[in-house]
């Protein structure tokens, strides 16, 4: 990691999401060699160790002080979660429900495709931002997940399906810039100490007031370089259709969203991928796919179109395919970079937060004296 934590902070919290020279720093103010570091780092990041009596290498005395005071709020001083429920589609697509130290549940999905393992993670547990569309949206927010807490996701859907990760997008449950500092933390410690490539990691957005711009300067002063690719959830061609859909989304008027996309766009020289989610009868006409085009036209963009993944308590409709094709095919009239995400993991309850409301009520609350 780039981040220069005080020593103090370094010690009140879990190892996972540090870098080899704060690991290093770590052991040295536990009176231990540096090397002890590089050791953690080896166990923590290429073997995925789970907790510290799995890293022998490592003192026994030494193990033993340690699991006898972990860092406030934690069970262990590695920071993994607990599995609490597995589910895996007939694509291969794998759910993950997974519970963290203080007993909450949060989502984690693996989706294999050619080539490709994609982790889609949460940045927080719920999410205040109300989307009716969207199945987090209906419980509120809790708190927000910790550096640890993001990484352990990926670690988790890497030993679950005993694969590597080679892409990640932030659009599970949360709003990640609600929560920008954690993010960036993780995808330098995904980048730095995974391996992974910034490139392949993905930030999706609904739109917070005051944080885009501001994302892309953190980037490139945290990360050296903002080369991930932010999507920003429009899901409609103007207002009011938006805050319909997205009631929150009253406090940002989308000509001041579109003019911090083009903030971002000329900070960062990425282009902004917007994601347009595709409801049945409501904002799925060729009128709405002109309107779109009129918005973005000129942009350094790239529209993503979502067909709508039914959850139970919204009446929406799922587009048919012919509308979807209508869709597609008009912004493409407009020159504007379309594609059509496909719908994986149908039958592993693949909405965003699905799965997790559905086992809430019937799981116990995760003990917290486990990791
Ligand atoms: N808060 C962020 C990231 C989480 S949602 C955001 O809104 O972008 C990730 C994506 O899944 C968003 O584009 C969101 O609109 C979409 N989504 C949520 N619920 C959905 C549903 N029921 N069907 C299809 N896409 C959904």
Redesign the pocket.
Known sequence: MTTSEPAAAVLSRPLLGLGRQQLETWAELQGQPAFRGRQLHDWLYAKGARSLDQITVLPRAWRQQLAAAPPTGAADWIGRSREVHRSVARDGTTKLLLATADGHTIETVGIPAEGRLTVCVSSQVG?P?A?R???TGKGGLQRSLAVHEIVDQVLSVREAMDARPSHVV???M???LLNSEAVLAAIDCLCTDLGMAQRQITV???GVPQTLPRLAELALERLGRAQFTL?V?L?APDQRLREELIPTAHAYPIGELLADCRRYVAITGRRVSF?Y?LLGGLNDQPRHAEALARLIRGFQSHVNL?P??P?AEEEFKRPTPAAVEAFRHALQQCRIAVSVRASRGLDADA??GQLRRRLEASLEPAPAGRS
């Open positions: 999410c931002m989307c569309f969207c199945a932030f659009m599970g949360g709003e990640p999706s957005t609904v999507a959830s899901h994601e989610i979502i709508y993944n959850i909405a965003c």
